[in-house]
Nanobody
Framework: QGRLVESGGGLVQPGGSLRLSCVTS????????IGWFRQAPGKKREAVAC????????DYADSVKGRFTISRDKAKSTVFLQMNNLSAEDTAVYSC?????????????????????WGQGTQVTVSS
């Protein structure tokens, strides 16, 4: 049974940075795409970024392009989300999720319905 555990959230001032970590277990990352999603109070969940099972394909929401970077360390079974130039609009609970594609792919999907395993989430608050 796969498991994902997020960490790295917290309170940061506008313009600041955070790096979120998603430690995975029970998956072979070579065959698993990982996505980061967020949900703010009163809003529906939205995709932030994803990385394909090959590790070479990434995709981002338009709202975070140029500010956020998704990466992975396969040896540590960990996927990271580096977030720079944060604003209040980035405040949300951030969750990582796994799409067990059972293949090596250079692309990923931002559709949450394809992700079968989810972490518990970590709160990111951007405020002065």
């Amino acid at each position: 049974q796969g498991r994902l555990v997020e960490s790295g959230g917290g309170l940061v001032q506008p313009g600041g940075s955070l790096r979120l970590s998603c430690v995975t277990s029970g998956f072979r990352l070579d065959y698993t795409a990982i996505g980061w999603f967020r949900q703010a109070p009163g809003k529906k969940r939205e995709a932030v970024a994803c990385i394909g099972s090959s590790g070479g394909g990434t995709d981002y929401a338009d709202s975070v392009k140029g500010r956020f970077t998704i990466s992975r360390d396969k040896a540590k079974s960990t996927v990271f989300l580096q977030m720079n130039n944060l604003s209040a609009e980035d405040t949300a609970v951030y969750s990582c999720a796994a799409d067990d594609v059972n293949d090596i792919r250079d692309f990923c999907s931002k559709s949450p319905v394809l992700y079968d395993y989810w972490g518990q989430g970590t709160q990111v608050t951007v405020s002065s």
